[in-house]
T-cell receptor, first 111, second 114 residues
Framework: EDKVVQSPLSLVVHEGDTVTLNCSYEVTNFRSLLWYKQEKKAPTFLFMLTSSGIEKKSGRLSSILDKKELFSILNITATQTGDSAIYLCAVAGAGSYQLTFGKGTKLSVIP | SQTIHQWPATLVQPVGSPLSLECTVEGTSNPNLYWYRQAAGRGLQLLFYSVGIGQISSEVPQNLSASRPQDRQFILSSKKLLLSDSGFYLC?????????????FGPGTRLTVL
């Protein structure tokens, strides 16, 4: 059974801090790992990491994938209050139509 | 561009009442469609997915059912709601030939069963 564990479950930081969110996984025939941001409603897609793309960056957000150690991290630099959200990690196995999600990390950025 | 709609946005139902939640996708053909439930502290739980009209795969045995009567329509139903059915229900879609990658989520329905 595929499994995703995220840590920490919640985190409170001050504006301007840098945070690192962790995601470890177990999946049969890994195909991709995805990060989502969920504010009040629907999760929105951030990054997808695969065997051919193990590092992604967009503005203050970046993510890397370690396929050997089976984990990924999401970094957010110079955090802003608008970064407050639940960050979800999910994995997909080859040939699967399903994503397996972790429970998420709730990030709170205070002024 | 593709859009996904869900309704209603919120719903309060008594225990034992029926349920029907609807999801529609615009701007794409033959999408893979998904129903998730998100309960507090439990993450996103996949309930059903569909790769085509009339094709439904169930991931969690329960008193819920799903149907896909049209290519871009996905319906979640129950004949009798339980208290444990409360939660945030999300519909999602992916491009048909890309498996589970990059799922795009609808706005969700918050269901409270009293």
């Amino acid at each position: 059974e595929d499994k995703v564990v995220q840590s920490p479950l919640s985190l409170v930081v001050h504006e301007g801090d840098t945070v690192t969110l962790n995601c470890s996984y177990e999946v049969t025939n890994f195909r991709s790992l995805l990060w989502y941001k969920q504010e009040k409603k629907a999760p929105t897609f951030l990054f997808m990491l695969t065997s051919s793309g193990i590092e992604k960056k967009s503005g203050r957000l970046s993510s890397i994938l370690d396929k050997k150690e089976l984990f990924s991290i999401l970094n957010i630099t110079a955090t802003q209050t608008g970064d407050s959200a639940i960050y979800l990690c999910a994995v997909a196995g080859a040939g699967s139509y399903q994503l397996t999600f972790g429970k998420g990390t709730k990030l709170s950025v205070i002024p | 561009s593709q859009t996904i709609h869900q309704w209603p946005a919120t719903l309060v139902q008594p225990v034992g009442s029926p349920l029907s939640l609807e999801c529609t996708v615009e701007g794409t053909s033959n999408p893979n469609l998904y129903w998730y439930r998100q309960a507090a502290g439990r993450g996103l739980q996949l309930l059903f997915y569909s790769v085509g009209i009339g094709q439904i795969s169930s991931e969690v045995p329960q008193n819920l059912s799903a149907s896909r009567p049209q290519d871009r329509q996905f319906i979640l139903s129950s004949k009798k709601l339980l208290l444990s059915d409360s939660g945030f229900y999300l519909c999602a879609w992916t491009v048909w030939d890309r498996g589970a990658d990059e799922q795009f989520f609808g706005p969700g329905t918050r269901l409270t069963v009293l």
